[in-house]
């Protein structure tokens, strides 16, 4: 049976001449409708808006199979992990019961005392549950305490220790000795997410920092199939879903060059644990992440991760508490149980636009990690490192300050009224040694900054919006003004229908604001423009603005689309007297 059996044939030469009509009657004029319509990552990799046969990179192989493009897991579904930072041992069972299949647990100061390990994982069935720990310099310490309680209980624990460097070593060697079940090494990639830099650049670092691994662990004395199997790696999943499903098939395929390279090909599997973007969360709005954590989520089981971590939609505003925490694990189990995402491997294998981009992303980040290893490993090139992750987070910065790069209920639809969500102090987790002195950043940062600084004054400060004209003539600008305002934390005040500068002006002495924008079509704008500006001028307007492009007497800045936002609200803030 052909599907498409009825259908005409047709050829991109055919959509390319329908594009191009659709772009003319849009008043895009471009050579090729590609041209117009590609967009490009910051990894300078250029999404095009149509893919066909011919982009199919080669032959992925097949699911749990070298190259593991395809994925490394034997079969469907992921590890539903959970990550818990505070000594609460009634909290463990409670996920375990609930859809949680493990438990990463954050152990050190400023979060699970080390001394109080065992009584968190009293009640856990260390058999059953594998437990991944973060315990940074006390990765020794934390990892005795998990041998003792499995010596205790005569069991075989599974899960990993979480170290790096000598301490991996020593565990290792342990592991593959004692306890099969258990790996030694987290490389742990999502610093270099959350200091700002792209899918490349964590993908290049965390094979840097992978082939590092595997230096000390041969070195000891392992072969390079248990030094292999020694490792687990951890990404950062984002709601930018085709970005993540692309980075995992990318990893996988690089890790599986670093095993082919060392000899041992077949033991290239690398096994994955995914974590929802730290950076992408909001502190405004905070309802949203629940949305971005579910599209990540979504991408990680679709990209093939074994292990999956939903962050809960507070936590960075401080401890999630029991309800957070189960909407983040429900979260897993409505995608996994109702949905069915976990019942097939590699879904999105096969796809034109998919495969491309895997491969695309996967050579951009062998060439970066091929700059490092050339400056002597990642260790050596730690301040390369650092200036290329700066410099891909102030383009990513600047696309945010002129919102190319929206954010939900931050830079864009920003309730300016809402009342922010308090927590609790979040757990102090345990320094990357790998990832020392790279900040953490989050991408609404500075203009959730402008949102604290409004909502601390003893009245929130005001920008008069001058619409001229009727309703229909000024509500769209009013409506863009007032957003972009509003991202900041600024009321505004709208004067309303009508168009006499001398009324306009009245309102906007009346209302007590020192900033007016003036809202209208540009046809109106060149009628009433000029003399409503100055006539706000003359009632005290510290500044006027406009929205649009045109150039009036009396408007001393405009806003439009594209411009920088970010930098009309502080220069708003510093006309307002805003107290910081």
């Known amino acids: 049976m052909e599907l498409a059996a009825g ?30 319509l590609s967009s490009a990552t910051y990894d300078g990799l250029t999404i095009a808006p149509l893919y066909d046969l011919d982009d199919l990179p080669g032959d992925p192989g097949l699911p749990g199979a070298f190259p593991y493009v395809r994925g490394s897991r034997p079969a469907p579904g992921w590890d539903v992990r959970q990550r818990h930072a505070v000594p609460d041992p009634e909290a463990l069972p409670a996920d375990l019961e609930h859809g949680v299949t493990s438990l990463w647990l954050v152990v050190g100061d400023g979060a699970i005392p080390v001394d109080s390990l065992a009584t968190v994982l009293r009640d856990v069935y260390l058999d059953l549950a594998p437990v991944v720990l973060e315990a940074g310099g006390r990765a020794r310490e934390a990892a005795e305490v998990l041998f003792g309680l499995a010596a205790a209980r005569g069991t075989a624990p599974r899960g990993n220790l979480g170290a790096s460097g000598a301490a991996g070593l020593e565990l290792a060697l342990r592991c593959v000795a ?20 792209s899918d490349a650049e964590e993908l290049g670092c965390s094979i840097a920092q992978g082939v590092a691994e595997l230096r000390v662990l041969t070195g000891g004395g392992l072969s390079v199939e248990q030094a292999l199997g020694q490792l687990e790696f951890r990404y950062a999943a984002t709601d930018d879903q085709f970005a993540t499903i692309a980075k995992l098939r990318a990893a996988r395929r690089l890790w599986a060059r670093i095993a082919e390279v060392c000899g041992a090909a077949e033991s290239g599997g690398q096994r994955q644990h995914a974590v929802t973007s730290s950076a992408m969360m909001t502190v405004r709005d905070p309802w949203v992440n629940l949305l971005r954590t579910t599209l990540a989520c979504f991408a990680a089981g679709v990209g093939g991760a074994e292990a999956v971590t939903v962050q809960p939609f507070d936590a960075c505003l401080g401890l999630p508490d029991a309800f957070s925490r189960r909407i983040a694990r429900n979260t897993q189990s409505l995608l996994l149980e109702e949905s069915g995402l976990g019942r097939v491997i590699d879904p999105a294998g096969g796809s034109w ?110 920008v008069f919006l001058a619409t001229v004209g009727p309703l229909a003539a000024y509500s769209a600008r009013a409506s863009f003004a ?81 411009c920088d936002a970010l930098a009309v609200l502080r220069e708003t803030f510093d006309d307002l007297e805003v107290t910081r």
Do not use: M
């Not at 030469?13 to 895009?28: C, H, K, P, Y």
């Not at 079940?181 to 270099?192: C, E, H, I, K, S």
């Not at 009346?510 to 500006?533: E, I, R």
């Open 7 to 36: 259908f005409a044939s047709t050829s991109r030469d055919d959509w390319r001449a329908l594009a191009v009509e659709v772009l003319r009657r849009s008043g895009v004029e471009a050579g090729s409708p590609e041209e117009a």
């Open 178 to 197: 004692e306890f099969p079940g258990l790996r030694a090494v987290t490389v742990d990639a999502t610093p270099y997410h959350d200091a700002g830099g």
């Open 353 to 462: 636009y998919v495969e491309r981009r895997t491969a695309d992303l996967a050579e951009r980040a062998w060439a970066w990690f091929q700059e490092i290893e050339a400056a002597g490993g990642v260790t050596a090139a730690s301040r390369l490192v650092s200036a290329r992750l700066a410099a891909t987070r102030a383009r990513r910065d600047d696309d945010i300050a002129h919102r190319r790069f929206p954010i939900t209920g931050v830079t864009e639809f920003p309730n300016v009224h809402e009342t922010p969500l308090r927590k609790p102090p979040p757990a102090a987790a345990p320094p990357s040694a790998e990832a020392a002195g790279l900040p953490k950043v989050r991408y609404a940062e500075a203009f959730e900054a402008l949102r604290d600084l409004a909502d601390a004054q003893p009245e929130r400060p005001t």
């Open 482 to 562: 007032a957003n972009l305002f509003h991202a900041g934390g600024l009321a505004t005040e709208t004067a309303g229908p009508g168009a006499d500068p001398e009324q306009i002006a009245t309102a906007f002495a009346v209302s007590g604001a020192a900033v007016a924008c003036l809202c209208s079509t540009d046809k109106l704008y060149a009628q009433h423009a000029a003399a409503v500006a100055t006539a706000l001028v003359r009632a005290g307007a510290k500044k006027v603005w406009l929205a649009g492009k045109g150039q009036y007497e009396g408007v001393d800045a405009n806003l439009y689309a594209g």
